[in-house]
């Protein structure tokens, strides 16, 4: 149960971190409200499904994985928008768009094996201890959060050689 909120953080951090990196491009502050609130309620339903004992039930299994998933997605809008206003050559760079794919398609997959009981699914009783969906689903968080660290040193690096940051106090 308690278990699953450092995974909501850890899930919801790459999207807060660029949506603030996001914020620092003039052309794109005037959205960076909606979409920290976004992130943060989603993520708080997350908090709350994962400490509710009304989704504890084996059956919402699977809307756990939809929620975390979601959360996840919710990081493709500020990310387009980044693209079709700033192009997708800076995006490259800016926002390390590829270690952020990567990173997505990490949580992503790891998500389909944990929600689809993957491979305990197709040999039961074979993957009770070792290689279960939910040990699979947690070595694709770990390599997604390579990914992110990947990108944010590369986006820091990046961005503060370029000097083309426009943060105002």
């Not at 992130?39 to 975390?68: D, E, K, N």
Request: overall charge negative; aromatic content about 12%; hydrophobic content about 55%.
């Amino acid at each position: 149960m308690l278990q699953d909120i450092p995974l909501i953080l850890s899930i919801s951090n790459p999207n807060i971190i660029g949506i603030i990196a996001i914020a620092c491009y003039k052309t794109l502050q005037d959205h960076h409200p909606i979409y920290l609130t976004s992130i943060a309620a989603l993520s708080l339903l997350g908090v709350t499904m994962t400490t509710s004992q009304r989704f504890q039930h084996p059956s919402l299994h699977w809307l756990r994985a939809v929620v975390f998933s979601g959360i996840a997605l919710l990081g493709v809008v500020p990310v387009s928008h980044f693209i079709w206003i700033e192009g997708l050559e800076k995006a490259t760079d800016a926002i390390s768009l590829w270690y952020l794919a990567a990173m997505m398609g990490f949580y992503g997959l790891g998500a389909l094996f944990y929600a689809l009981h993957i491979p305990e699914r197709w040999a039961p009783g074979k993957f009770d201890y070792v290689l279960n969906s939910h040990q699979i689903f947690h070595v694709f968080v770990v390599l997604a959060a390579i990914c992110h660290y990947m990108g944010l040193v590369k986006a820091f690096v990046w961005n503060h050689s370029m000097d083309l940051l426009v943060l105002e106090m």
